[in-house]
């Protein structure tokens, strides 16, 4: 069985930072997939929030993150980061780590991946 399982969510004041991790489990390891993370808050779609090649040579950014967030992967420990800086309001939202072979005109949609964690909340707020 291949899963995944994020954490490291939690609250944070505007500006503050978190980091989010994500485990592959089972037999799924993180070096032979795509990895990303998507968020999706309240009332909203899954919007995709970075990605990260299966070489973890090429990292990939949505215009509202880029100089903020950082993606990383760690093979032998099986997991993939999200450290996430300057943190706003409106980054608020359930976080979501994808795995899937995708290519990369479709590393931005969520449909192109298989694997699915069951989501680590992030609030932003004073």
């Known amino acids: 069985q291949e899963r995944l399982a994020e954490s490291g969510g939690g609250v944070a004041l505007p500006g503050g930072s978190l980091r989010l991790s994500c485990e592959g489990r089972g037999d799924l390891h993180v070096r032979n997939y795509e990895m990303a993370w998507f968020r999706q808050a309240l009332g909203k779609e899954r919007e995709f929030v970075g990605a990260?090649?299966?070489?973890?040579?090429?990292?990939y950014y949505a215009d509202s993150v880029q100089g903020r967030f950082t993606i990383s992967k760690d093979n032998a420990k099986n997991t993939v980061s999200l450290q996430m800086n300057g943190l706003k309001p409106e980054d608020t939202a359930v976080y979501f780590c994808?795995?899937?072979?995708?290519?990369?005109?479709?590393?931005?949609?969520?449909?192109?991946?298989?694997?699915w964690g069951q989501g680590t909340q992030v609030t932003v707020s004073s």
């Open positions: 990260i090649r299966r070489s973890g040579g090429y990292k």
């Open positions: 994808g795995a899937g072979l995708v290519v990369l005109s479709g590393i931005r949609d969520a449909k192109n991946y298989r694997h």
